[in-house]
T-cell receptor, first 114, second 113 residues
Framework: DTGVSQNPRHKITKRGQNVTFRCDPI?????LYWYRQTLGQGPEFLTY????????KSRLLSDRFSAERPKGSFSTLEIQRTEQGDSAMYLC????????????FGQGTRLTVV | GNSVTQMEGPVTLSEEAFLTINCTYT??????LFWYVQYPGEGLQLLLK?????DKGSNKGFEATYRKETTSFHLEKGSVQVSDSAVYFC????????????FGKGTRLSVIA
């Protein structure tokens, strides 16, 4: 397995456009997480899935953000009507179920909204 | 809710110096505690973890002990190397195993030769 893969690695978009990011987790992991990281901050939780079910969504997550994980495999994160404040690194991670299990992170998608 | 507070950086040390990065947490029950590291140009990776009180996690010469009485999980290394220069994140996950990781803000470490 090549680990968690995220595409694209970089995305520049104009304000108001929609963007979609993809995450391919480690194949045997049933949990998948999305985080956002801005400069000088730790990763901030956005949402997570167990198989295809979205189990938790951050209260801070705007309704312009939506995530899916059809068939419990890859996941997509869509941001509609992007704003400059959405500029950040978007991280995906996957893990097995259980207490204290390690989350494996992808290299992230860097979004710049101009 | 769960939260993590870690020592703010940046921290600059000479090679072979002793390193401590403080981390304290707020959580109910017995969370699992982690240190993740982000080397320049790379993704986050697990450095070490501890899942119950008094456990010590260790890896690559780094150690951290889960102290329930002080709600702390301080990271230590006896002799740092230039290759340890990175950003270090303390994190926790809830005791049920059903909550995602909550991260601190990170501490940037620079080690100079």
């Amino acid at each position: 397995d090549t680990g968690v893969s995220q595409n694209p690695r970089h995305k520049i978009t104009k304000r108001g456009q929609n963007v979609t990011f993809r995450c391919d987790p480690i194949s045997e992991h049933n949990r998948l997480y999305w985080y956002r990281q801005t400069l000088g901050q730790g990763p901030e939780f956005l949402t997570y899935f167990q198989n295809e079910a979205q189990l938790e969504k951050s209260r801070l997550l705007s309704d312009r953000f939506s995530a899916e994980r059809p068939k419990g495999s890859f996941s997509t994160l869509e941001i509609q009507r992007t704003e400059q404040g959405d500029s950040a690194m978007y991280l995906c991670a996957s893990s097995e179920e259980g207490v204290g299990t390690e989350a494996f992170f992808g290299q992230g998608t860097r979004l710049t909204v101009v | 809710g769960n939260s993590v507070t870690q020592m703010e950086g940046p921290v600059t040390l000479s090679e072979e110096a002793f390193l401590t990065i403080n981390c304290t947490y707020t959580a109910t029950g017995y969370p699992s505690l982690f240190w993740y590291v982000q080397y320049p140009g790379e993704g986050l990776q697990l450095l070490l973890k501890a899942t119950k009180a008094d456990d010590k996690g260790s890896n690559k010469g780094f150690e951290a002990t889960y102290r329930k009485e002080t709600t702390s999980f301080h990271l230590e290394k006896g002799s740092v190397q230039v290759s340890d220069s990175a950003v270090y994140f303390c994190a926790l996950s809830g005791s049920s195993g059903n909550t995602p990781l909550v991260f601190g803000k990170g501490t940037r470490l620079s080690v100079i030769a």
